[in-house]
């Protein structure tokens, strides 16, 4: 308990601190078209998780294999992350790091050697593939969170299940050591979800996570997820990762494809993801980011449910093929179908007003 305590205050108090600093050397998110908060936001988000993981370092460096790498890595990207947030880099260095830290990775031997049995009950090795799937996984991974990072509370929520699913699947298998690093990092993101959401100081003291910090939650949940998948640490199948992230990764991939599919770049930001579908049909910020949660909670559960259950590991993929189908095509639909029927709505009360107003007369 003494060890939450010590990670959840050290994550809070980087936060405050954190605040004065960044509004004086300009880390701050400021409104645009694009963005539609007010004022000047602090980007401190990553910081305070960075200090939080430096706490935990320092009474349990035993609790995560080669966690001085791991520190090493989730520095490079912290600072690329807060140069990114203050000048606005362009893609090539923050991939180029992105890939530095991806080989780090497999440097320690953590890397996606099998794929699991998915090949209806026969595993599908990689072999030395595998450091070239590891690659697009750390990559992938990354940019999933930093893309998902829109409305208030939604990745910090995302974050939540995440480690909260590998907490529970590397605790139940026997791994504790990794199962309460895991629970540590969702208590050190907790601080951080209460200022965005404005609980309890109100959006006098809001935060956003910035780059810094979804690149560095979503590198710490692909290496957790390695190590829940692969070797001696194995608590899962290789499948059931893609349903502990479902959300972020199928919402990437879409918005991806789709821009691609316009001619777009597929980096090209736009208003295009689930949670700007679900609040253009009328939804709040709150009511997007339950509706959010929930469905990746229930996602989360089908997967460690389906592993705990022994479900064959090439149903489970199929499952999540079809499921991520059914997100791409029907999604931006309804979002138009129910935008349709907001307008025809309005069409009619504006039509039936003069009626009224003359009954009135």
């Known amino acids: 308990m003494q060890d939450f305590i010590a990670v959840f205050l050290s994550a809070f108090v980087a936060l405050f601190l954190a605040r004065k600093v960044a509004t004086i050397i300009g880390l701050v998110d400021k409104p645009c078209a694009r963005k539609k908060h007010r004022g000047n936001i602090p ?7 960075y200090l939080a993981l430096c706490t935990l370092f320092m009474f349990h ?34 991939f180029a790091v992105q890939m530095i830290v991806g080989c780090l990775m497999m440097y320690s031997g953590l890397y996606l050697s099998s794929l699991g049995s998915v090949l209806f009950g026969h595993e599908l090795l990689l072999g030395g593939f595998g450091y070239v799937i590891t690659l ?36 139940s298998g026997g791994e504790r050591q990794l199962g309460l690093w895991s ?50 640490t194995a608590v899962m199948h290789p499948v059931t990762a893609l349903w502990l992230i479902a959300l972020p990764l199928m919402d990437m991939i879409a918005i991806m494809l789709r821009r691609f599919l316009r001619g777009d770049s597929p980096f090209k ?23 959010i949660t929930f469905a990746a909670l229930l996602l989360a559960a089908i997967g460690i449910i389906s592993d705990r259950n022994n479900v064959s590991q090439s149903m489970m993929l199929g499952l999540f093929f079809l499921t991520f189908i059914a997100y791409f095509y029907f999604m931006p639909r309804i979002g ?26």
């Open 269 to 291: 930001a736009d208003r295009g993801h689930l949670h700007h579908i679900l609040m253009s049909s009328g939804l709040t910020s709150r009511q997007s980011l339950m509706i």
């Open 183 to 232: 629970l540590c990092m969702m208590v050190a993101t907790l601080p951080y979800l209460f200022l965005n959401l404005g609980i309890p100081l109100g959006k006098k003291f809001k935060v956003f996570m910035g780059d810094a910090g979804s690149t560095v939650i979503g590198f710490t949940v692909l290496w957790l997820l390695v190590l829940a998948s692969q070797g001696e």
């Open 61 to 94: 460096s035993d609790w995560l294999p080669d966690f001085p790498l791991y520190m090493l890595c989730v520095t490079l990207l912290l600072v690329i992350g807060v140069i990114d947030d203050r000048f606005d880099l362009p893609v090539l260095p923050r």
């Open 136 to 171: 697009f996984a750390v990559c992938g991974a990354i940019n999933a969170f930093n893309m998902v990072d829109g409305i208030d509370g939604l990745l910090g929520s995302l974050s939540c299940i995440a480690f909260c699913s590998l907490f529970f699947l590397f605790y």
């Open 43 to 49: 980007l401190v988000g990553g910081l305070s998780i």
């Open 336 to 361: 138009k179908v129910v935008q349709l029927r907001r307008r025809t709505h309005s069409s009619r009360l504006v039509a039936k007003l003069p009626n009224r107003i003359v009954q009135r007369r």
